[in-house]
């Protein structure tokens, strides 16, 4: 520190000493004061941004909280019925559809990346495209679409039950789409884009210079690729993959409709029956898994860490594919083909019926009313209590403002029911006057998914100096004002994107939504859930294909990023 700002921060010390006058010791007040200053190394926000963090973090983590602290009075008998009769089933139903759809969606991302990023394979920036578009696909919607092309009344069934000599060579119609098989189908054909465009944006960065120095060895590309660019892959694959083991473990529509029971089925059907102390105590199982897989993740990336060192970077060989084209097209065509263009033909078809019967009426924009309603409230709220949370964390940086930002990632690694749960057990008995109303869906998306919007504005205010803020301070505004007279301003464009990723994941989420919406508050996502589920895939389709359309918004967002 040097002398003028020591002089400075001792004079603002004797300012804010003098401003309390006599209520508390002088020497109590003055060291409570210099701790202060010394947690914000000798450069504090103000106390509105500080209260202001600490309300969103109290927001993000309570709901959490409230569901640990009623899982521990559930009561001994409770948790040894679930431990014998319960939790054993759902670990295994869990763990092995998570590891078995990581694994597989890990191979056709890794794979698909390579294909089109480092072979001449023809229209390759068309693939770039063409390949993420699962990713703006709930999977609820895709398992929709399954169900009825491969379902017991669909539209294969039909076709095998009206050809004889199928069902007399073959037997029996084969395919039950309702068991594991069909849902680690499902849920692989809609997660592998997470790994595709991270492994893809990897790809596009690695350095031609190691693939020389290894083909000057002798080795040959399959041995390049197995000895030099995987290592280089393992960040990019360990991202991925715990981005999709997450997303299984909290997936809630596409388990539920093909009736596969995980933890969250099982959470929301406790719910449903009104014994929330089970609930309680299967959700407490399932946060301990998330936290084991995120504290495996960081464990992994802590010891395995691969640099490329050199500056003298090339771009990397497009491969020529050769007499392996035609079988690396069929590959590539199978994946859009069942991923895209099956569930969007489906969903085409029935939504051509089901507006020719009458679909698209005054119930359905009342849907879509709601949809858009909570989805814009939660996108608005989440840009304004983002703002806060990036700057503290960005312009004083502390143990306080990493706190803050941490407790405000609790709700995104956690599973809807779960976050979902949590807010029943507050509003019901601490805040009734906002029970059963759609502000109380709205809160819940914040926690669900305010870190989207805190990483896009995060990733426009690194961009904007801190001199800025130093030059708005010296003219004697507080850091509040500073903020909203200066920053926001600056990084608007970022905050807006970050809005426009929670409004479409909000119109998405499922489980939340169906535990707190009030009576007679449908949204589109729930629509699709019921109507489907009662086989009225007319009403359901025009539904579907609305959200798929609305959620090809942040593609480009995304496309870019990676």
């Known amino acids: ?102 694994a597989c969606a890990l191979v056709i991302g890794v794979s698909l990346a390579w294909i089109v990023v480092r072979t001449d394979i023809p229209g390759r920036k068309m693939w770039q495209w063409l390949l993420a578009l699962p990713l703006v696909i709930p999977p609820y919607v895709g398992a929709v679409a399954y169900i009825i092309v491969f379902g017991p009344s669909g539209w294969v069934r039909n076709f095998w039950r009206d050809t004889p000599w199928l069902e007399g060579v073959f037997g029996n119609y084969p395919i039950d789409i309702y068991t594991f098989w069909g849902v680690f189908f499902v849920l692989t054909m809609f997660t592998y884009p997470y790994v595709f465009l991270i492994a893809s944006a990897s790809l596009r960065k690695m350095n031609r210079n190691f693939e020389e120095v290894a083909r000057s060895q002798g080795m040959n590309t399959a041995q390049v690729f197995w000895k030099v660019n995987l290592p280089f892959l393992r960040p990019a694959i360990g991202a991925g993959a715990i981005l999709i083991s997450l997303y299984v473990l909290s997936d809630f529509g596409a388990i539920a409709m093909l009736r596969y029971v995980t933890f969250t089925a099982a959470i929301y059907f406790q719910r449903a029956s009104f014994d929330t102390a089970s609930a309680s105590v299967l959700s407490l199982v399932l946060i301990v898994l998330t936290v084991l897989i995120l504290w495996i993740e960081a464990r992994t990336r802590r010891k395995n860490k691969y640099y490329q060192t050199t500056n003298s970077y090339k771009a990397p060989d497009i491969l020529p594919l050769g007499k392996w084209k035609p079988v690396t097209m069929l590959y590539v065509g199978v994946i859009f083909a069942l991923s895209v263009l099956l569930p969007i033909t489906v969903l085409g078809y029935w939504s051509v019926v089901g507006i020719e019967r009458g679909a698209i009426d005054e119930r359905f924009f009342g849907f879509a009313w709601n949809s858009l309603k909570v989805s814009g409230f939660a996108a608005l709220l989440c840009m304004v209590l983002a703002l806060p949370i990036i700057y503290l964390k960005s ?32 509003f019901n008995n601490h805040l009734p006057f906002l ?103 007319h009403q359901a389709a025009p539904a579907a294909l609305l959200i798929i359309l609305v959620s090809v918004i942040p593609l480009r967002y995304l496309l870019k990023k990676y």
């Open 1 to 102: 520190m040097t002398k003028d700002n020591g002089t400075k921060e001792k004079s603002q010390l004797n300012d804010q000493d003098a401003k309390v006058g006599g209520k508390f010791p002088p020497a109590i007040l003055h060291f409570f004061r210099r701790k202060w200053f010394d947690i914000w190394n000798g450069n504090p926000p103000g106390f509105v941004l500080v209260s202001l963090g600490l309300f969103v973090a109290a927001i993000m983590s309570i709901p959490i909280i409230y569901v640990v602290w009623r899982s521990m009075f559930a009561g001994v008998d409770r948790w040894m019925r679930l431990l014998d009769q319960r939790i054993p089933q759902l670990l295994w139903n869990t763990f092995s559809l998570t590891f078995a759809v990581t």
């Open 395 to 426: 312009r004083y940086p502390s143990f306080i403002s990493a706190g803050i930002d941490k407790l405000s990632y609790a709700g995104y690694a956690l599973p809807g029911v779960i976050v979902a749960l949590g807010f029943v057990f507050i």
């Open 435 to 537: 029970y059963n109303t759609f502000y109380m869906v709205a809160l819940a998306f914040v926690v669900r998914f305010l870190p989207q919007a805190m990483q896009a504005g995060e990733a426009s205010l690194s961009l904007v100096s801190p001199r800025i803020d130093e030059a708005a301070r010296s003219l004697g505004y507080p850091p509040w004002k500073v903020m909203i007279k200066v920053i926001i301003p600056s990084i608007l464009p970022g905050v807006l994107a970050g809005g426009a990723l929670v409004f479409v994941s909000s119109i998405k989420e499922l489980p939340a939504t169906l535990m707190l919406r009030p009576p007679g508050f449908d949204t589109l996502a729930v629509r699709v859930y019921y109507e489907a589920s009662e086989a009225l895939y």
